[in-house]
Nanobody, 124 residues
Framework: QLQLVESGGGLVQPGGSLRLSCAAS????????IGWFRQAPGKEREGVLC????????NYADSVKGRFTISRDNAKNTVYLQMNSLKPEDTAVYYC?????????????????WGQGTQVTVSS
């Protein structure tokens, strides 16, 4: 079964850090770009960051520049989203999804195998 599974979410205070994981099963991540997306309450889902199959990074959201980074470990078939200096406005359900090879423009219709999401709540 081809799937992506997110983990690592939780409750964190403003200014704190979390690392999310996106683990693939049933296929090799090495041929795919992996994008992280998020959906805050009452808002549409938006792109955050993406890493291509060759390791190139694409930032879809100006609001996370300098705070979030994305990396991949193909040996572990996992992509990570390191989130630092978290703000209450980062509160959302975070999803990962795959796209062949490159990140593209972040159009969500081009991504497949969406995970179930992991909740991130930033609150004091």
């Amino acid at each position: 079964q081809l799937q992506l599974v997110e983990s690592g979410g939780g409750l964190v205070q403003p200014g704190g850090s979390l690392r999310l994981s996106c683990a693939a099963s049933g296929f090799s991540l090495g041929y795919y770009a992996i994008g992280w997306f998020r959906q805050a309450p009452g808002k549409e889902r938006e792109g955050v960051l993406c890493i291509s199959s060759s390791g190139g990074r694409t930032n879809y959201a100006d609001s996370v520049k300098g705070r979030f980074t994305i990396s991949r470990d193909n040996a572990k078939n996992t992509v990570y989203l390191q989130m630092n200096s978290l703000k209450p406005e980062d509160t959302a359900v975070y999803y990962c999804a795959r796209r062949p090879w490159a990140c593209g423009t972040g159009a969500q219709v081009e991504f497949t195998s969406w995970g179930q999401g992991t909740q991130v709540t930033v609150s004091s």
